[in-house]
């Protein structure tokens, strides 16, 4: 990973929590399976904020200061297709027999960055969930446990964020 100076000034963000459907979906209790992203996943994204070593502190805030870099995150979260489900469930029904794949849901994550209350960029990074079932593939299972959790994605979406907008040259003193 780049390596980013150290900044002598503090960063403001605000991580928006699940809309209203999503916490209802988390609240259903433990083993509930849903395609939304985790209260952990969020969290963790408040935990890229507040461990970065880039700047001096980093302060949760609402909105953007009078002077000082703020962030402003947002998710939006696009399930699967009803389709894509639809040959999913056809296949694991049939025990794997015929092969179902789909870039199953999506997670677009927005870093709305301003400076000095003013809007300076958007910067967007998706999350793609890739679903394959087929009984040839079970032998492969095994990868899964070295691909990314969503809670990692967030994580390394954070720190592109943190990389480009430096690269940018928006987290100058100023």
Known sequence: MAHLSKKDLPIYYH????DLHAKA????????DFPYPSRESFEELQRAFADTHI???????SSPPAKGIY?????THTPQSELAGGFAFASISLLG???AYSASSVDTLQ??????????KVYEYRVTKVKGTWI?????????????????????AA?????DAERDGYFKKG
């Open 25 to 32: 979906l988390l609240n259903a209790g433990p083993g509930f």
């Open 159 to 163: 720190h592109q964020f943190f990389l």
């Open 136 to 156: 040839v593939l079970l032998p492969f299972a095994w990868i899964n446990l070295f691909t990314p959790s969503r809670t990692e994605a967030f994580r390394a």
């Open 111 to 120: 870093f709305e960055l301003y400076v000095n209350k003013e809007r300076k």
């Open 97 to 99: 027999i015929t092969p």
């Open 55 to 61: 700047f001096s502190e980093a302060i949760p805030a």
């Open 15 to 18: 991580v928006d929590p699940l």
């Open 71 to 75: 962030c402003s995150v947002d998710v």
